[in-house]
């Protein structure tokens, strides 16, 4: 079932923290994810509260640091995890994935839970406000240039969050899912962004929209981006989905999903550590539909460059 408009959204921890990444000495990089998109997500954790989050997909660290604003307005014991299987930015290599998450955890820059956006500006503008010196009270870890499957374990079970924001082009998130699925609690909420990216021009990008039509789930979440009264709806490109019993019972139509054209072929040891994972907790029959992938997009590749 899909749940419109039941998610409240939550604007003010964006508003919280993102002038002062302003101030990074390396560059400021505004987020890849809108205000609205920002707001949804950040409604999310405010809604369930989470104590343990995993975060794949890191790009400059601004949405990471709008997540941790969120945590740390909760005010609860947390965990987070960010994966990335960068250590560079992949779109400016001089810069370090995450650096801006970076700066705003060696700076103390998470406003105090007690105070809103409105007043943080204020206190800001009239120099009232003085960093906190003490660190998050939660924890927070970077797994920067490997892939999901070789550090999952360390980040290990009873994960009740995930932010699944990477490459958008198949095969990318959808090798993803089956991964971290194993080690997500019932009742976890994964967050996709960018699931009509290929509707802004990205016309191949359709990863994340396949995998979000693949899901089955009781409940899957999305809010209207329309601002006119006369719109009684508009798609989002941000959506939700909580993790349950269907999920795992029909895990397969994700592998099957992976036989949609593929954009790109992962490299040899990319194959290999999925391949391997795969084979730990999936039946047969599904790592043979992986096998088969493979194949079929390797060769309708190598055909096309001849």
């Not at 609860?76 to 994966?83: D, G, L, N, Q, W």
């Not at 809010?223 to 989002?236: C, G």
């Not at 036989?259 to 990319?270: A, I, S």
């Amino acid at each position: 079932m899909i749940k419109f408009n039941e998610i409240t959204l939550d604007y003010e921890p964006r508003k919280k923290v993102l002038p002062k990444l302003q101030d990074c000495p390396i560059d400021f990089m505004k987020p890849e994810m809108s205000e609205f998109d920002s707001a949804f997500l950040c409604g999310l954790l405010k809604t369930y509260r989470p104590k343990k989050i995993l975060e794949v997909g890191v790009a400059n660290g601004s949405t990471t640091v709008i997540i941790l604003q969120a945590l740390e307005d909760i005010g609860k014991p947390y965990e987070m995890h960010s994966v990335d299987v960068s250590e560079k930015l992949y779109n400016d290599k001089t810069k370090s994935t995450g650096f801006m998450a970076t700066f705003a955890k060696e700076n103390n820059l998470f406003a105090s839970q007690s105070a809103s956006g409105v007043e943080y500006d204020y206190l800001l503008e009239n120099n009232f406000y003085t960093p906190p010196q003490s660190t998050l009270t939660g924890e927070h870890k970077f797994y920067l240039g490997k892939y999901l499957p070789q550090v999952i374990d360390e980040i290990g079970g009873d994960i009740d969050f995930v932010i699944l924001d990477t490459v958008h082009f198949l095969p990318g998130e959808v090798l993803d899912f089956p991964v971290m699925l194993p080690y997500l609690k019932n009742g976890a909420i994964v967050v996709l962004h960018d699931v009509i990216f290929n509707q802004f021009g990205k016309t191949l990008g359709y990863a994340t929209t396949v995998l979000f039509s693949a899901i089955c789930s009781e409940e899957k979440f999305l809010n209207s981006m329309a601002t006119d009264k006369n719109l009684p709806f508009s798609y989002p490109n941000i959506g939700a989905f909580k993790i349950d019993k269907q999920t795992r019972k029909h895990i397969a139509n994700v592998f099957l999903s992976l036989m949609v054209t593929w954009n790109y072929l992962p490299d040899e040891k990319q194959v290999e550590v999925y391949r391997e994972f795969y084979k730990k907790y999936y039946p047969t029959e599904l790592v043979t539909i992986f096998y088969e992938t493979i194949r079929r997009n390797r060769d309708r590749i190598m055909f096309q460059k001849k």
